[in-house]
């Protein structure tokens, strides 16, 4: 979403730097074209090399050393190709060079010349953000335009606690987003999105689920809320990073998905099941761990509620949204379940998709048209599942939203 975008990285002197790789990282993700540009504090915590490797371009580190594209001057050229600077760590002194006018690095020099939107992700000791001078500062800058984001509350480098931690990569990306994609067309509508897989217990240790992720219920949530929806996601237990500004609730078995999303279901526009819900769970819980005995054991297996059918039976105009992963037959079996849930869509996909980064769907609909999405990161899959799904909700849920 953000190709043909350039975004100018600038990093001054914090630890909070290293966290500073992973955003460059997803910014190219995204398809931005990413510059960065060090102070000289900066280079002390992460090697230009570094961010060189990760941004596939050459790293401003000298006013005077470095020749971008054959100019003798990087930081108009850099001028002339941003579409967004960020900086990232943001410290007291990169924050007081700016509110002040001073250019006398690469950096500062870079912020007196850009025209294009600037955020800062500022990061620093606690009481160094509480100084009344930086406090003036952050508020001048604000006031000429440039955009905060955090810092946010918690433990910091030196191992004190209080307001100072740079925001979350996700978050600063999320920032990065609202500024330069305007494409706000979700802007109003709620979404429940449910994703990964269910654990249903055997004993206090084990339990039965599958291999699903998480990761392409998480790329939706992640996209609606980038995309302005208000965004529910009810997931089972992963290890992903949830997106920021979410509504996350964290279930495990299919039992507590099924009352989380009868809870939610209601004041929803859409509703995404992407979770891969266990079909069944063991008749009861061993409340001790279960001792190994005979040489065979069978366990019996009780279905559980199909949550989906469910949302499809009692539908309340809610757009609904399943998923349909299977190893054979796969239109053939995804268009039954659609009719079978009495669903507005159904993205298909092979098992082999499970755990992996990218997919590659198809999407049915309704009225029987069938579309393959080409194999990609699973972002960009969810993007276009949601392209489909804003041109289909009717009009009536988006004027209210
Ligand atoms: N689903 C659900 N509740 C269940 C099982 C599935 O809501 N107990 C939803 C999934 O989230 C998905 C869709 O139903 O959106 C299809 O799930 P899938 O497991 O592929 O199909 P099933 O209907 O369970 O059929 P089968 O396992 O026989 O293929």
């Not at 979770?275 to 065979?296: C, G, H, I, S």
Request: with cysteine.
């Amino acid at each position: 979403m953000l190709t043909g975008k350039t975004v100018i990285v600038g990093i001054s002197g914090g630890i909070a730097a290293y966290k500073t790789c992973e955003i460059v990282r997803g910014l190219k993700k995204e398809g931005a074209e990413v510059f960065c540009v060090m102070t000289v504090s900066a280079q002390k915590f992460v090697s230009p090399l570094t961010f060189r490797t990760l941004s596939g371009n050459p790293v401003i580190t000298d006013l005077f050393d470095e020749d971008l594209n054959n100019t003798p001057v990087p930081h108009i050229a850099l001028r002339e190709k941003a579409d967004l600077v960020l900086v990232a760590p943001a410290t007291a002194n990169i924050i007081g060079k700016t509110a002040n006018g001073l250019a006398d690095d690469a950096l500062s020099t870079l912020l007196l010349s850009v025209k294009c939107p600037v955020i800062f992700a500022p990061a620093m000791n606690p009481v160094m953000w509480e100084n009344k001078v930086v406090r003036q500062n952050s508020k001048k800058i604000q006031k000429l335009g440039i955009k905060l984001i955090g810092p946010v509350y918690g433990e910091v480098a030196c191992g004190e606690e209080g307001t100072g931690r740079m925001a979350e990569v996700s978050s600063v990306i999320d920032a990065v987003f609202d500024l330069l994609n305007h494409k706000n067309d979700l802007s109003g509508l709620k979404i429940l999105i449910t994703a990964g897989a269910t654990r249903e217990a055997i004993d206090p240790i084990r339990f039965i689920s599958n291999r699903s992720s998480g990761k392409m219920g998480f790329a939706l949530a992640h996209a609606a809320k980038r995309r302005g929806a208000e965004v529910t996601l009810i997931s089972g237990p992963t290890y992903l990073n949830p997106p920021a500004n979410v509504n996350l609730i964290e279930v495990t078995s299919a039992e507590e998905m099924h009352k989380a999303v009868q809870a939610a279901a209601q004041k929803q526009d859409v509703i995404i099941m992407t979770a891969a819900v266990a079909d069944y769970r063991p008749n009861f819980t061993f409340m001790q761990k279960l001792q190994k005995r005979a040489d065979t054991m069978s366990l019996e297996l009780t279905r559980t509620v199909d949550i989906l059918e469910e949302l499809g039976k009692s539908k309340n105009g809610s757009f609904l949204v399943g998923f349909a992963a299977e190893s054979n037959n796969l239109i053939e079996n995804a268009r039954e379940k659609m009719k079978k849930k009495n669903l507005d869509l159904i993205v298909a996909n092979n098992v082999e998709a499970f755990e992996e980064d990218c997919s590659e769907v198809f999407i049915l609909d309704k009225a029987g048209e069938v579309e393959q999405l080409p194999l990609q990161e699973k972002i960009s899959t969810a993007n276009s599942i949601l392209d489909r799904i804003v041109t289909r909700v009717s009009p009536s849920r988006k004027d209210r939203a």
